[in-house]
């Protein structure tokens, strides 16, 4: 009978129990549901986000919100289970201790409450297994719903970090592109890149129909970097450069023209320098008696003033010959002072006629860019010599363009010889010092300085000033064509320390005329 009544009382405790889970499964069983409710109204907001606002839009909220339901259904199932757990364990704790408490008066063991309390326990997670049918059927779609959201959340995930990694694909094929560019915007500027790749950016120039007269005045190219070389001024005072024997013949510039005609003016004739307007304003508009080429092939055994044609004086000697300059100087042709200037293109073999004592030679000349000047020489070339007609200005510049011409004539230097910065300083040292200087690009300026420094100021007279206007202005409106891509880069090769001369030469042109000299001559 004993035994009876505990077997009938742990069946009672037992049913309780499990009656307490079942009630914690039906509780389980609605929050599952209500997962599975929430899960398909984000679902339906979202398909309506992405009929009403686009798949951008739909993709960021569908992304976010996706993120914070699967956040509430972990924690909600984690906190359910453990609710569950804790529940079920302080059921089976509180009707344990008021099992005890009761079965206290009738004396049972606590051992055997305890056993009686887990088979309970058992008992009833058996009858939640056998029976929760909804329970289990709500879980599992929880649990397919979650997987569903999983699987739907990753797709925006991946396209956000496709678009991000295009974005920066796209971003470093822009910077590369850039530093190309930049690369080869440097290396055309300082022509050394190839020529082949200079010529797809630079078009030929134009063609014959701009060739210039001989004293063509185009447009100086100035200091377009193109054309121009990076220099610096050197100081060549500090250099105590020695000037070549018969180079001090010719009196420094800065010493005034003497009244009594003892000096000569030299003018050094370039090569297609824009010099033959020069003479001509010089000759038929001032009137002065020239020593020039006018006088080759006169053999007469005394000086004598002749005139052109043309209404030019000049005297019966050849200035463009060393036999010429020999025979003036048997004749004594500075001393007997019937030339007003001089013109020719042998200036260091010119300074051999200035050796008597008290007279000198006034060195002064117009310069030219060198790549106009080398254009000019070779539209010349072709005009001249119908063979020509074909070549073109790269093969002109390695078979028949002068390697910086200037530089050689002035330092003395012969056309084989290899040029050096001393030869370069020495040409400017000879500049620097005995030149009065003048610029195709500032021609009229120019003129006016050579009227004020030799003394010709007084001769301008209303008639003269047309007559320089008439002839100045063909060579006005001529212009030469230059070279671009390979053409260019092949002319800048020969004329590289012509080009540094060149711009020396522009310094001292400002410093010549600075400080109002130009009106004081």
Known sequence: MGRSKKTQDDVNNAYDTTDDDWTLDDDDSQITESRVALSNSIQQHALNLREADGAEQFEDEFSNRQGSVQGVIDRDGSDSRLGSHRSGMSSQGTRSMTSSHHSSSRGPSLSSRMKSSRSSLKSSTRYSKDNDEASMGATTVSTRSRVSFSSTAKAPLVHSKQTKTGTRIRALICCGCLAVSIVLAFVIGHHSIGGWFANVFMQSAHGDEDLPGEGGLPGSIGSHPQYNETFDIPDLASMN????????????????FPANRTDLPVFWMIPKGGISVVQRILGQCFGLVEFSKEGAGSEEKTLQILESPLGTRYVNMDSYTVAGLQRAIELKVVESSLADVM???????????????????????????????????????????????????????????????????????????????????????????????????????????????????????????????????????????????????????????DIKLYQYIEHMFEIQGGNGRDSEW
């Open 241 to 256: 450069i020695m000037l070549p024997e018969g180079i001090d013949n010719f009196a420094d510039w800065r010493i005034r």
């Open 343 to 497: 013109f020719t293109p042998l200036l260091l073999q010119s300074t051999s006629l200035f050796t008597t004592p008290g007279y000198h030679g006034r060195f002064f000349a117009v310069f030219r860019h060198p790549i106009e000047r080398a254009m000019g020489m070779y539209y010349a070339a072709k005009k001249q010599d119908p063979s020509l007609q074909d070549m073109s200005i790269i093969d002109f510049a390695a078979r028949r363009l002068p390697n910086n011409e200037l530089v050689r004539i002035l330092a003395n230097k012969s056309p084989d010889a290899t040029l050096n910065d001393d030869d370069l300083h020495l040409a400017m040292e000879i500049i620097r010092r005995k030149c009065v200087i003048g610029l195709v690009s500032q021609m009229e300026k120019s003129l006016f300085r050579f009227y004020g420094v030799f003394g010709w100021h007084s001769k301008v007279a209303d008639g003269v000033t047309q007559c320089q206007k008439d002839l100045l202005k063909p060579a006005e409106d001529s212009h030469v064509a230059l070279p671009q891509g390979e053409a260019l880069l092949a002319m800048l090769n020969q004329n590289r320390m």
